[in-house]
């Protein structure tokens, strides 16, 4: 259940997402690690998984894709949001952390970002956009 | 006794113990050092150039020693090196944290390496705005002494003309990146300056040490020694001399005196052996960092010292001063939202600074007294700490992370609490540590100035965000606790006076000749500036202070 609940917060899509990178094998050590972070996970799959019994009759991974997906909208969007569903929002949240932090703590999530730690450089790297100190005019930049 | 009789006995090999001791090595005088710790081994105990999917932990170190360890600098990476076995408490309502690394190098093993030298504006300080006392020097007698030590240990930056901040010989500075230019000008708007940090990083070799290779893992050790620490600036020097003896994992619990009240060694605690010992010296400088300095100098009670050695004052453990650190605003630049990946960390802290441009001109221009400094930063870092904070889930997600992942920044304040009766440490009358010591504890609050400029800082830096064309996120909700910055200062300080000071103007204690102190203990206050090459030119003169005195006969007969 968390390993797809962590391939649907980092999808595989153009790039390699949660599944790839092995975030819900990390979830499951750190949580294992973690007596302080094991009841709230159990009570949230517990929460969720009464929450599909309740709203489509079945436990969250026997749903079809698009079920999961519009069960998790109002916990993961804030302007979905519903009441009542606090506790799922919560529980959402915190699998949503620890899968950002298994992600981008892996192999794979270190590429997605290009995340240029522990590169050596012979001078210490400056700013490539001489003529554009102000960065107005970024040829990639969003307006 | 046929024990040997040592002629300097130095506590600690910090930025003031190791300083100490290369200088009265040099001098061709006998020096044993005692250092808490034990000497680390940077092939084993630095975790540098680990991936974090290389670590058990991914770096984030056990959830199991949550309690124990101090966060920031003491994680997965360097845990060995951080002493979690000698306690200290806290008075009611006391907030405090305390990381310590006994180590041999002490916190010069995983700096912050920001380098300002404190000035006349300092000083003087009192004299301008009427609250405390001056120092008992002028910049004129300390600067020759930071011109050495910049020579000794290489400070990168550029010389500034700014009134608070006197410049020195500079290597070549670290390059602006991207969110430097665009802060830079957000700065120039608002009228407050943005200018190269001065870094303790060697930005091209220097006396013999390799250049930095920009790696941006400095705060977990470095394994070519390319920024100033004591194990590979300092101490291969003094060991070169064969006059220094390094006794380590050696708890410093008193200083001994002999029968006219002078120092004669230091009893400490073998940690192996848990067995006190005995070392014997002419001299004795205490150099253990400002609290501990001052706790070791609290509990060498004799019958010449009811109230702790060179204390007739009564002013030692008083007077702490310490930096309130905190992020005073934080947010993006939308200007590099999608931009390629950029080593934004290769300084792994401080490329650029905004030094004090408060109360310049008059010094009750605001509503507080003095200045703080401010430390921006940002760019790709190791991770998206960013992420926890943005909407939703799916491939829109991960999308908008890569998209601001070159975009965050944040603004960290450096502000200085003024000297009060109130902010103080003492001997805690009950709790004692593994080896039977009276352990440290510390009575200390934020001060309504210090408070002021915190909230002048959050103005100030989000103004400066938004004239950047930031996108302003958080606007600082609570500084750091008190000890965070391990800047703490105050406790033995250095004033004319033997009434109302621990130390002379050099930090020979008034009461004891043969003891002096070199940490941040002497400072009269903590200024808007990092101590560290301060503590290194303040010992560096206070070595020669000694020295001298040995050439004179003054301290030969114990």
């Known amino acids: ?143 | 006794m046929g024990e040997q009789i040592y002629d300097v006995i130095v506590i600690g090999t910090g930025a003031g113990g190791g300083m100490a001791i290369k200088t009265l090595c040099e001098a061709g005088l006998k020096v044993c050092a005692v250092n808490a710790g034990r000497r680390l081994d940077p092939e084993k105990d630095f975790r540098y150039h680990r991936m974090p999917w290389d670590m058990k932990f991914r770096g984030l170190d056990d959830p199991k020693r949550r309690g124990e360890s101090y966060g920031y600098m003491d994680n997965e990476y360097t845990k060995a090196a951080w002493d979690h076995e000698i306690p200290f408490t806290v008075a009611p309502a006391t907030k405090w944290m305390w990381p310590r690394c006994n180590a041999v190098g002490g916190k010069t093993n995983f700096w912050g390496r920001s380098s300002a030298r404190f000035g006349d504006i300092d000083f003087r300080a009192a004299s301008l705005d009427g609250y405390d006392v001056d120092w008992p020097l002028t910049y004129a007698e300390i600067d020759p002494f930071y011109t050495r030590v910049e020579k000794m240990i290489g400070v990168a930056s550029t010389v500034q003309n700014r009134p608070s901040n006197p410049d020195g010989n500079y290597l070549p500075p670290f390059k602006f990146r991207c969110l430097d230019y665009i802060l830079e000008a957000g700065c120039n708007k608002v009228g407050v300056p943005y200018l190269p940090d001065r870094c303790a990083q060697l930005t091209q070799p220097h006396e013999g040490h390799p250049a930095c290779h920009f790696c941006g893992e400095c705060t977990t050790g470095c394994d070519v020694g390319a920024f100033f620490s004591t194990p590979y600036f300092l101490l291969p020097k003094a060991e070169a001399t064969k006059k220094l003896e390094l006794r380590t994992d050696a708890l410093a619990k008193n200083i001994l005196v002999d029968g006219n009240g002078h120092a004669a060694g230091v009893a400490y605690i073998d940690r192996k052996t848990k067995q006190e010992v005995e070392v014997y010296g002419r001299t004795v400088v205490v150099a253990a960092g400002c609290v501990e300095s001052s706790r070791i100098m609290l509990n060498s009670k004799s019958r010449h010292w009811p109230n702790g050695i060179a204390n007739s004052s009564g002013q030692l453990g008083r007077n702490l001063c310490d930096h309130l650190y905190g992020e005073s605003a934080r947010g993006y630049l939308p200007q590099l939202l999608g931009q390629p990946s950029f080593p934004d960390h290769v300084a792994d802290s401080t490329i650029a600074w905004m030094p004090r441009w408060q109360n310049l001109k008059d010094p009750h221009e605001e509503t507080f007294i003095r200045g703080y400094s401010v430390y921006p930063d940002g760019g790709c870092t190791e991770f998206p700490w960013f992420a926890n904070a943005l909407d939703g889930f799916g491939s829109s997600f991960k999308h908008e992370i890569k998209q601001r992942y070159p975009t965050p920044v944040s603004f960290g304040i450096q502000a200085p609490t003024l000297r009060s009766d109130t902010n103080y440490m003492d001997l805690d009358p009950e709790i004692k540590d593994p080896y039977g010591i009276p352990v440290a504890r510390m009575h200390f609050k934020w001060d309504e100035n210090v408070l002021k400029m915190w909230e002048h800082c959050k103005q100030v830096c989000a103004e400066v965000l938004k004239a950047s064309g930031g996108v302003l996120e958080e606007s600082g909700d609570a500084p750091e606790i008190p000890g965070f910055s391990l800047h703490e200062t105050g406790t033995c300080r250095m004033g004319n006076d033997p009434k109302k000071f621990v130390t002379n103007r050099f930090g020979q204690t008034h009461d004891v000749p043969n003891l002096y102190v070199c940490d941040a203990s002497v400072f009269l206050n903590c200024t808007d500036k990092t101590t560290t090459i301060s503590i290194l030119a303040f010992t560096l003169r206070t070595s020669e202070h000694l020295i001298e005195h040995f050439r004179r006969g003054e301290l030969q007969s114990a």
């Open chain 1, 1 to 143: 259940m968390v390993e797809r609940l962590a391939e649907m917060i980092i999808p595989s899509d153009e790039t390699l997402g949660a599944k790839e990178a092995g975030a819900a094998e990390f979830i499951d050590f750190m949580v294992a690690s973690d007596p302080e972070v094991q009841y709230p996970f159990r009570m949230g799959l517990a929460w969720l998984n009464a929450h599909s019994e309740s709203s489509a009759g079945k436990k969250f991974v026997d749903l079809s894709g698009e079920q999961q997906n519009s069960l998790l909208v109002p916990l993961g969007f804030k302007s979905k949001a519903r009441p009542g569903e606090e506790d799922g929002r919560k529980f959402f949240a915190l699998v949503r952390e620890y899968t950002v932090t298994g992600f981008y703590t892996s192999e794979i999530g270190f590429k997605e970002l290009d995340n240029p730690a522990l590169k050596f450089y012979a001078e210490s790297p400056e700013c490539p956009h001489k003529n554009d100190r102000e960065h107005k005019h970024l040829s990639h930049a969003k307006s």
